[in-house]
């Protein structure tokens, strides 16, 4: 198996610009029958899968940003894991550590636990950096979050 390269993932993934809905899992169904889901599930199964994550705990991490996953891979394909960006219209209370509302979203959606886990350390790795942080407020676009990904070494 290779190593992953969260660029990529980034790059076979989606950015939403106005994810709908006043809900955790409002915003979920919407995000899910907004983007290409991967072979072997569908829409409503994924957001299923995402709520049902979200109701053992947060995937708030603070700053306003989530990290919402299933509990387990669900993407048969290794080719089709990608991260799914989603800019909600309104930002959502989910119990975030420090108790901001949450205004985007990094959708997980990975192959195998390894490849999981390696996305989840480099995003919290991302997600340590206020220049990075800084720059998501301005709600970069798929070319440019591609480029801010490559300025900071991902």
């Known amino acids: 198996m290779e190593e992953v390269n969260v660029s990529v993932l980034f790059d076979r993934g989606e950015v939403l610009e106005n994810a709908a809905g006043r809900t955790v899992e409002e915003i979920y169904r919407f995000v899910c029958s907004s983007i ?3 072979s072997g599930l569908t829409a409503e199964g994924l957001a299923q899968e995402l709520v049902q994550r979200e109701e053992i705990l947060s995937t ?3 700053n306003g940003i989530a990290i919402p996953h ?6 048969k394909n290794e080719r089709e894991s ?12 989910m119990n975030a550590p ?12 990975s192959a195998s636990s390894r ?29 440019e979050l591609l480029a801010l990904l490559k300025q900071f070494g991902l």
Do not use: C, W
């Open 115 to 143: 490849h999981h886990i390696h996305v989840l350390t480099s995003l919290a790795e991302l997600f340590k950096n206020k220049e990075f942080r800084d720059a998501l407020q301005k709600k970069p676009g798929k070319t």
């Open 60 to 62: 708030a991490v603070g």
């Open 82 to 93: 990608k991260i799914v960006v989603a800019y909600v219209n309104e930002p959502i209370d």
């Open 70 to 75: 299933p509990r387990y891979p669900l993407v």
């Open 98 to 109: 420090d108790v901001r509302k949450v205004y985007v979203m990094f959708i997980i959606l």
């Open 36 to 38: 290409q889901i991967p």
